[in-house]
């Protein structure tokens, strides 16, 4: 309670803090998008007109009523749009987005923060992508109807095109079914979210899995300590090998801890298989095969796990 | 490309709002005479057709395509613009198990909505069988007639009694959000969903000795609430959320009758285990953010408080009628979790090619649920004598990330950073766990188009002991130690490379890292993990573009075991590899009427085990292998700008080979009647045709 009436408090000072911003001058073109059209009147660049950056009812947006149109985002364009001398070329407008782009990625990140910064703009500051100079535009095309990076099918492949080693995983026999385009990066990961230094949807990498695996959850009468501290200490979430995404085989992932006297201490060799003497302690489930409750138990009878 | 200035100029950005940028230019000319907004309705609907070769659950996993026959499809989705209201809608995959709908809209800068609903179908097995028959009470009941007995091979009635059932469930989402900017600066958000999820899974149901593959029915519904309100401007913002997920599941236990023999005395022909209890998360999450251009500045925290319960009515301690038992302490958990999360984020550009960041995060779990004594009933059949208190895991964990950015030359930056970690547990063997992690990075950028990173550092997890009694309480061998909770150093290195031009681009990933556990007689002694990661694309005309992707990975862990219960007496090594390649081209509006595309995958998994013992030699494991190729084919013919038909061929197989299910039949194992689950050996050719239309504003 101290710390929520702390965080209160100076969240109280910083509402008090905020003031207005101030304007500044620069050169832009006389008839704004008009200018621009009369050149770019491609599909690409038509197609901003179908997104909420073109809506000219959206007082906050840039085609709104006194806003700056494209140049909103792109800058000052008098200069490009200007008349050049044959062979001269045409000076560059301000912004350019995207890869390739001779524009700072500064100024183009600062142009998308100009408008965002109050929603996304601190958590941009303060995660990671900044730091490994990542652009707006290296994830979003802010002129396509359909940005790719915010449908589930086609979100994870924006994603991959620098998280290759990730692609890989997904990839593996037994992974979330990004693959099969039915979920994406950010059912677990929350890029512009409010999770400080984490990224993660929720707060913890168990708060996270449990939004959809609730059941592992608890708190059970007995618990499997690992269980309610890490899931990636069993799991690894972007694929694996091995069923259930474990990060290796039972029995050997179980023995990994548990070194009980009797069977959870004998080696499981190849003679167990079903061509030799079969063992319920290989075959099947492994070690589930009795202590099935590997999540915790909430029978009275339950302390091995195995009700 | 200058570099490092990121900071100033977004912070720069981010106090010069577009209003303020517009209040003084003079748009009163800017017409927008040429700019097409967007009014009225379009949408884009397909119907379409999919003959599936055969069944499979691993291809109809997640996707639908579980079974062999033709399967009739609609998607489509839509818009709606009207002054600043906007509607979207899209289906997809409506004839499938997979299917989703959504819709969101509203009106820009006021309100916005969404309600969605899709599915999501988990194929595991469909190769499964049981003697097992649910009842109307939900137990599962062993046929009639059926002959018990010591082990599987001795039940006569067993191999005429089994029952194809696959192993599958299915879960819907139904989700309900709305915002509100109640002003510029301040916005309110809800969301609500509602996850249910049905079917079968495997349960093991345990005797003494013996087990039984169960399936399991599955009956969860998990609700979830999130409810939020924000106040930002420019320079800051505080926003305070609350969260709830509420977990219900509607089979409190799993009954069944014992299928090998029983004691007639005892009486224990039933068994019963506990199913996941209902539970109950709520948090509480306040959060702020300011940033001081002045200072260059931007820092953020968080606060949460949150409370797990679970407090579902306990089954007795057997089902067992003849076996006495003392009564239970509760009659049910009335268990309690607090959790508190605070965070703090702070970026700083201290000169104009320095930056510091600094991140610390502190979890905690207290687990106040009363501790008592029970004395439990050994699988149904015998009382313990050993009473054993409940153990309620708490831990605290804080990590500290330091790191610094500097700009030795226009095109180097060099980059060191600290992260430290300390974890302190209750009831487990180390109550104080350290982890202090030194890091390098050098990244040159000699052009815009080339970049090479390289990043390299090493770590130290250490503990203040291990505390081998405590270990003994539980029946640990003193010499084991958890790989979570053991010493351990780790040295890591990642390169990246990449380059890209007008129509090439290549990046190459590859990443080391090597841990070694020196004060672990037992348990993981060591390991490797090797990855490597490239990519090559090459857009060869304006519509036309071609890739390949591959990645390999080894990943390889040492570990001791002793049988004896004394000194290291078995020695077991895991290797897992994985290579995966991908090509593929596409182009588009050939003759301005065709699309081509095609992808091809494949990804080959091995996963090798030899466990070494004194007494029987080196085994090795015949390898685990995953073998999966997938290979499209589109096609597509535009007619006109409104109608498109398309046609599309895929074939995927998949291919396993693994000791665990191969020739495990019902009855192969003598102490354990499996469902007989083989496994996955698939080959599926899907043909699809479909017709686009597309309906509304003209282009």
């Known amino acids: 309670m101290k710390l929520l009436i702390q965080t209160v408090s100076i969240a109280a000072l910083l509402i008090v803090a905020m003031q207005s911003a101030d304007a500044q001058e620069s050169e832009y073109s006389r008839e704004g998008a008009d200018t621009c059209l009369a050149c770019h009147d491609d599909d690409l660049t038509l197609a901003v007109f179908r997104t909420k950056h073109a809506v000219p009812s959206d007082s906050r947006g840039p085609f709104g009523h006194g806003q700056l149109q494209c140049e909103a985002c792109h800058g000052p364009g008098d200069t490009h749009a200007g008349r050049v001398r044959r062979g001269q070329e045409r000076p560059p407008i301000s912004i350019i987005f995207g890869t390739g782009s001779v524009t700072p990625l500064e100024a183009q990140n600062g142009a998308c923060l100009t408008c965002h910064q109050a929603d996304i703009g601190f958590s941009w500051h303060t995660d990671a992508h900044p730091s490994d100079e990542v652009a707006c535009a290296d994830c979003h095309l802010s002129h396509a109807a359909t940005d790719p990076v915010r449908q589930t099918a086609t979100q994870p492949d924006v994603c991959f095109a620098c998280h290759q080693i990730q692609r890989s995983e997904t990839r593996k026999a037994f992974a979330h079914p990004i693959l099969q385009g039915k979920m994406d990066c950010m059912g677990c990961h929350d890029i512009h979210g409010d999770t400080v230094a984490t990224q993660l949807a929720r707060l913890t990498v168990n708060d996270t899995c449990q939004q959809c695996h609730a059941e592992k959850r608890g708190p059970y009468l007995w618990e499997h300590a690992p269980v309610s501290e890490d899931c990636g200490l069993c799991h690894s979430p972007h694929g694996s090998n091995h069923p259930g995404m474990l990060t290796k085989r039972a029995p050997l992932l179980c023995q990994s801890c548990h070194s009980q006297s009797g069977h959870p201490s004998i080696p499981q060799d190849a003679d167990g298989l079903a061509a030799g003497t079969p063992s319920q302690f290989l075959l099947g489930q492994a070690c589930m095969n009795c202590h099935s409750q590997v999540h915790g138990s909430n029978h009275p009878s339950g302390s091995k796990l195995m009700r | ?699």
């Open chain 2, 1 to 699: 490309m200058k570099r490092n200035q990121t900071l100033t100029l977004c912070i720069a950005a981010a106090v010069l709002s577009s209003a303020a940028h517009a209040q003084d230019v003079d748009t009163s000319d800017w017409a927008c005479e040429y700019c097409p907004f967007e009014e009225g309705h379009r949408a884009d609907y397909e119907l379409g057709a999919t003959d599936v070769s055969d069944d499979s659950a691993y291809f109809g996993n997640a996707t639908g395509y579980d079974e062999e026959g033709v399967y009739a499809n609609v998607d489509g989705n839509g818009t709606y613009a009207k002054d600043a209201y906007r509607m979207r809608w899209e289906a997809e995959d409506l004839g499938l198990d997979s299917r989703v709908i959504g819709l969101d809209g509203g009106r820009l800068g006021s309100y916005n909505f969404n309600l969605g609903y899709r599915e999501l179908p988990r194929r595991q097995f469909n190769s499964t069988a049981t003697i097992f028959e649910q009842t109307a009470n939900g137990t599962l009941s062993l046929p009639s007639p059926w002959v018990h007995a010591g082990t599987t091979g001795d039940m006569t009635e067993l191999n005429s009694s089994l029952v194809s059932r696959n192993i599958e469930s299915d879960r819907s989402v139904f989700d309900l959000g709305a915002g509100f900017y109640l002003s510029d600066r301040w916005t309110l958000s809800a969301d609500y969903r509602r996850q249910e999820q049905d079917g079968l899974r495997i349960g093991g149901g345990s005797s003494f000795s013996q087990a039984s593959a169960l399936p399991m029915p599955i009956d969860y519904v998990t609700d979830e609430v999130d409810l939020g309100i924000r106040y930002g401007t420019d320079k800051g913002f505080v926003s305070l959320a609350w969260y709830l997920s509420d977990f219900g599941n509607d089979n409190t236990a799993l009954t069944w009758e014992q299928p090998y023999t029983f004691d007639p005395i005892i009486g224990n022909d039933t068994f019963r285990l506990a199913q996941a209890p209902d539970n109950r998360f709520q948090q509480v999450l306040l959060q702020a953010g300011y940033s001081f251009p002045q200072q260059r500045t931007v820092v953020r925290i968080s606060a949460a408080m949150g409370e797990i319960e679970q407090d579902s009515e306990f089954l007795p301690y057997t089902i067992t009628s003849s076996i006495a038992t003392s009564p239970l302490p509760r009659s049910s958990l009335a268990g309690s979790i607090d959790t508190s999360n605070f965070a703090l984020a702070l970026t700083s550009k201290i000169f104009s090619k320095a930056r510091i960041k600094l991140n610390y995060r502190y979890d905690e779990r207290d687990n106040k649920t009363v501790q008592d004594v029970w004395n439990r009933v050994i699988v149904d059949t015998f009382a313990s004598v050993d009473l054993e208190e409940n153990i309620p895991y708490s831990f605290e964990r804080s990590t500290l990330n330091l790191s610094a950015d500097y700009d030795l030359l226009d095109t180097v930056r060099v980059s060191a950073g600290y992260d430290r970690k300390d974890l302190d547990r209750d009831f487990q063997e180390v109550a104080e766990q350290t982890e202090d992690n030194g890091w390098g990075r050098l990244r040159w950028q000699p052009t815009s188009a080339l970049e090479l990173d390289i990043r390299g550092g090493a770590s130290e997890r250490d503990i203040d002991s291990y505390n081998e009694t405590f270990a003994t309480t539980l029946g640990q061998n003193p010499l084991m130690r958890k790989y979570n909770l053991a010493y351990r150093s780790r040295e890591y290195g990642d390169v990246k490379l990449s380059f890209s031009s007008d129509k090439f681009s290549i990046s190459l990933d590859a990443l080391i890292a090597e841990d070694s556990y020196t004060q672990s007689e037992l348990g993981i002694t060591g390991g490797e993990e090797r990855r490597v990661a490239a990519d090559f694309s090459w857009t060869f005309s304006e519509n036309g573009s071609a890739y390949l992707t591959a990645g390999f990975e080894e990943m390889e862990s040492e570990q001791v075991g002793s049988e004896a219960f004394s000194t290291p007496d078995w020695y077991a090594t895991h290797d897992d590899d994985f290579a995966t390649y991908g090509a593929g081209f596409r182009v588009r509006n050939i003759a301005e009427k065709f699309d081509l595309q095609m992808d091809y995958m494949r990804s080959d998994g091995t996963s090798e085990i030899v466990v070494d013992s004194n007494v029987g030699g080196p085994s090795a494991f015949p390898d685990l292998t995953s073998k999966l190729d997938y290979f499209r084919f589109r096609f597509a013919y535009r007619r006109s700008e409104r109608f498109e038909l398309n046609l599309n061929l895929r074939y995927q197989r998949f291919v396993a080979e693994d000791w665990a299910l191969d020739g495990v039949e019902p009855a192969t194992v003598p102490l354990l009647l499996s469902l007989g689950a083989d496994p996955y050996d698939e080959d599926v050719f899907m043909f699809g045709i479909g017709f686009r239309f597309s309906i509304g504003t003209e282009e």
